[in-house]
């Protein structure tokens, strides 16, 4: 069996974007390991919702490990860099923010926190990190070089199937059309297009499970979020595959797996 490394800028990310995949792998008796880069010190969080003393930092780790559990996670490690917060803010500036890391001093820290595991599969994110937050692209940098430094070929980017999200929006517009302010804000360059994308992970068969884990990061995503708050059946539709760039080679048909081409 092999060794997944599922690496996330913050928590709640893992969940939302390799959830599936991680547990998949771990019922199918692979090793799965989470790493974080920070533990989300700058999210968001209603007021009164930490208890008297508590960081922020300090119970989204109490989240990310009992995530962890529901998603099959063997290990989970924290990479030790501070929440960069998003695209332009002050916090982007901070010392100690990922963001400001030296790419191979923190892939270096990566590869001795794991230098006791013999890793087959890295997932980072693509090279916009998704939709452009400073620490996912930081994580697709510091993950490439690791990969580099550790001698890991198998290497698969989490993106978003652009190409899909966008057909859906259009459809909505069409059959609703007062729901086109709605999208007005959306950025193009989320995700990556469809033909790019080498692999596309089913995950309906556990789809309860990944929504119970991003449940369980409940600082940031309570149960009348956006994501939380879809029907069952528009929850799987919208997360029920999970899509990845394979870097080392251009498969001749969409794989449907992490370890096993185009076998579930």
Not at 52 to 77: F, K, P, Q, W
Not at 135 to 151: N, S, T, W
Not at 160 to 183: C, D, L, W
Not at 193 to 220: G, L
Request: aromatic fraction near 8%; charge should be negative; proline fraction near 2%.
């Amino acid at each position: 069996m092999a060794t997944l490394v599922a690496f996330h800028a913050h928590p709640d990310d893992e969940a939302i974007a390799t959830g599936g995949a991680m547990l998949l792998a771990s019922r199918a008796g692979h090793r799965v390991i989470l790493v974080l880069a920070t533990r989300g010190e700058v999210g968001e969080v209603d007021e009164g919702f930490l208890a008297d003393g508590e960081t922020l930092a300090d119970r989204r780790t109490v989240e990310t490990l009992a995530a962890a559990e529901l998603l099959g996670v063997h290990r989970v490690e924290f990479l030790g860099y501070h929440d960069s917060g998003m695209a332009g803010q002050d916090t982007n500036r901070a010392d100690h923010c990922f963001w400001r890391a030296d790419v191979n001093e923190a892939a270096l820290r990566l590869h001795d926190l794991l230098v006791d595991e013999s890793v087959d599969v890295l997932t980072c994110y693509d090279s916009n990190g998704g939709y452009g937050h400073p620490d996912h692209i930081q994580v697709h940098r510091v993950g490439h070089r690791f990969a580099e430094l550790a001698g890991v070929s198998r290497v698969y980017e989490s993106t978003m199937n652009r190409t899909q999200i966008q057909e859906q929006m259009a459809m909505i517009v069409e059959q609703s059309p007062e729901m086109a302010e709605e999208f007005e804000d959306v950025d193009d360059n989320f995700g990556s297009p469809d033909e790019v994308i080498t692999t596309a992970v089913d995950v309906t068969s556990v789809i309860d499970d990944k929504r119970r884990a991003m449940a369980a990061h409940a600082s940031q995503i309570d149960e009348n979020s956006f994501f939380l708050a879809m029907a069952p059946e528009v929850f799987s539709a919208a997360f029920g595959t999970e899509w990845y760039i394979r870097t080392d080679t251009t498969p001749k048909e969409r794989e449907v797996s992490l370890f096993g081409g185009n076998e579930g």
